[in-house]
């Protein structure tokens, strides 16, 4: 299963990629939908994309290695400046930390999951807690980029639109969010 790194900057792999012998395999552009990314391939056969997910305005290295991935993702971890999911969750869940803070550590918290869905593991609870506690915002911005994560990553773990749901007849502002999620519920 492929790893997935996120950046807490605008990394440049391109030292790493010549120390390790890396050969450059693709470069793409960013469209629409496309995201920009530039993928190199090891001596040893791994993949290592640097994606720039302007969609959710994180830029992210994915790592496809068969043997090797936990030693490769480590030696990427130690060479550029990146936030693993424990950091992401204790930024999520301090009771100081500032809306538009909320908002980048959710929109990376659901990019840290981005190749989880083939293979899942079991849902944390602290997920179905944080997301409890954030659709309960005051921030009508933070609700609903909760909301918007939940949805997302509710592909892997179902349970957690169930504090969206809860929310039904409570949330005023984004009633129709609410809405939409008992009508996916329903069917």
């Known amino acids: 299963m ?46 290592v994309r640097r994606v720039d997910h302007h969609t959710g305005g994180v830029p992210l290295i994915t790592v496809h290695a068969g043997s090797e991935l936990d030693t490769l993702t480590d030696h990427i971890r130690s060479a ?9 969750l204790t930024t999520l869940t301090a009771p100081e930390t ?9 929109r990376r918290l659901q990019l840290a999951h981005h190749h989880d869905r083939d ?14 506690t954030l659709v309960a915002h005051p921030e009508r911005a933070v609700r609903l980029t909760m909301m918007l994560v939940a949805d ?3 592909t892997i773990w179902p349970e957690l639109t169930a504090p969206i749901l809860a929310r039904h007849g409570v949330e005023e502002e984004l009633a129709h969010i609410i ?9």
């Open 179 to 187: 809405e939409a999620f008992r009508a996916v519920a329903e069917d």
């Open 119 to 132: 293979d899942p593991a079991p849902l944390d609870p602290r997920y179905l807690e944080l997301t409890t």
């Open 98 to 106: 500032e809306p538009v803070e909320l908002i980048r550590a959710l």
């Open 80 to 88: 550029v400046d990146t936030i693993d999911v424990e950091d992401l």
């Open 2 to 47: 492929p790893r997935t790194i996120i950046l807490t900057g605008d990394a440049d792999l391109t030292a790493l990629a010549t120390d390790g012998r890396w050969r450059l395999v693709d470069v793409t552009t960013a469209g629409h939908v496309d995201y920009a990314q530039t993928a190199w391939e090891t001596p040893t056969g791994a993949i």
């Open 152 to 154: 997302d990553l509710a």
